[in-house]
């Protein structure tokens, strides 16, 4: 809104209410009204401050209510609250005045993010428009009240297909906090009907499904858009893998990384190699890690990689292979503290098993 707003909503009642208040008043009301809108909110303050209405009266109430106005106009929203209120709650201004009132103490109150006293003033409204509906749908998610913030999403976008795409990100977003990914998916699909060749919107209806769990219909999403030509930066899908492990899924987070590289979404590198790698450990495939970081290390010879193929040979209990590779770590200049620790326990546990197995021979 802007500060020239309030002066315009007060031109009618200062009109209608001149045969009814003391015109020593009216003439401070109009007096102030005059210097705001040229900018000189000190004379609109003396004028107002200068009047002396009648206790409990519709002129004290109106005075309120310009003395409200100009510290918005001010900025001063901590007072144009008190003294908005205080006209709103005299009980003095006409219905047309109230409806306004309420509406404008909503907006101040959800600028200073009072979000419970922007419910308190909206949720009683019948036949809600638009304006009133985001007011409400922002307070309901600011108190993180997304149970009643989206039923008033659906209801405006339910009588208005034509919304705009603002109340459909924020039903996804609602819904996909609230993990209910089904239902986001649904409206990000009405947002991707309306841009099919922005890219953003197919990623995240693919970011939604594999949160889902669906990485397999997440990674068609993605060869779906490729195929229209919609063209994804390499940071962008990288960045749907990150996802995926930030979520705490390394499987689903594995199982895209390695449809994107094999249908060629993404370049293989050693970098994206070691991420999957490594995902596919955090997800407890050891054999499949293993494989990629037994390759990893035959090409690049660095110790970290001999090591971590070691840890995962000893967490499966291939003691000998386990062996192996820590020798080809200690090679390749790995910490020999590190090493002997991992060899004594690899050596102690070969030992024990060989002998069970000549025991058992006996």
């Known amino acids: ?6 002066l315009l909503m007060l031109v009618a009642s200062f009109s209608c209410a001149a045969q009814s208040i003391d015109p020593g008043v009216f003439r401070a009301l109009d007096t102030a009204q005059s210097a705001q809108q040229k900018g000189d909110y000190a004379a609109a303050r003396r004028a107002l401050e200068g009047a002396t209405p009648r206790p409990g009266s519709l002129e004290e109430a109106l005075l309120w209510r310009s003395r409200g106005y ?3 106009a001010e900025g001063n929203n901590a007072q144009a609250l008190d003294f908005l209120g205080r006209a709103f709650n005299s009980g003095k201004l006409d219905d047309e005045s109230q409806v306004r009132e309420r509406l404008n103490l909503a907006r101040l109150n959800l600028g200073e993010r009072r979000y419970a006293q922007v419910v308190s003033l909206l949720s009683a409204q ?11 749908v922002q307070a309901y998610q600011g108190l993180g009240q ?10 405006y976008v339910q009588r208005n297909p ?22 986001a998916e649904r409206w990000q699909r009405v947002l991707l009907a309306r841009h099919p060749d922005r890219a953003r919107d197919w990623r995240q209806l693919a ?19 490729q195929a229209k ?15 995926a492990s930030a979520a705490g899924q390394p499987w689903q987070g594995a199982r895209l990384l390695e449809g994107m590289l094999k249908s060629g979404l993404l370049a293989n590198s050693a970098t994206r190699e070691e991420r999957l790698g490594m995902l596919w450990w955090q997800a407890r495939e050891r054999g499949a890690a293993a494989s990629i970081y ?42 020999r503290r590190q090493v002997r620790a991992w060899r004594e326990w690899a050596e102690s546990e070969l030992s024990f098993e060989r002998e069970r197995q000549v025991a058992q021979l006996r």
Do not use: C, I
């Not at 997304?146 to 209801?155: D, G, W």
């Not at 939604?208 to 397999?216: K, R, S």
């Not at 035959?298 to 003691?319: P, T």
């Open 70 to 72: 100009l510290a918005w």
């Open 1 to 6: 809104m802007t500060r020239l707003l309030p």
């Open 207 to 225: 970011a939604l499904q594999q949160m889902a769990g669906a990485d397999d219909k997440a990674l068609a999403t993605l060869r779906a858009a």
């Open 229 to 243: 030509g919609v063209a994804f930066s390499e940071s962008e899908l990288d960045n749907l893998v990150l996802l």
């Open 126 to 136: 019948g036949n809600a428009d638009e304006d009133v509906l985001q007011m409400l």
């Open 146 to 155: 997304h149970t009643k913030a989206l039923p008033l999403a659906e209801r």
């Open 294 to 335: 037994r390759n990893l290390a035959g090409r690049s010879g660095n110790s970290k990689h001999w090591l971590n193929l070691a840890q995962l040979e000893l967490e499966q209990a291939h003691w000998q292979a386990g062996l192996d590779a820590l020798r080809q770590a200690e090679r390749a200049g790995a910490e």
């Open 162 to 183: 034509k919304a705009a795409d603002t109340w459909y990100q924020l039903l996804v977003a609602g819904n996909a906090e609230l993990k209910r990914y089904q239902a």
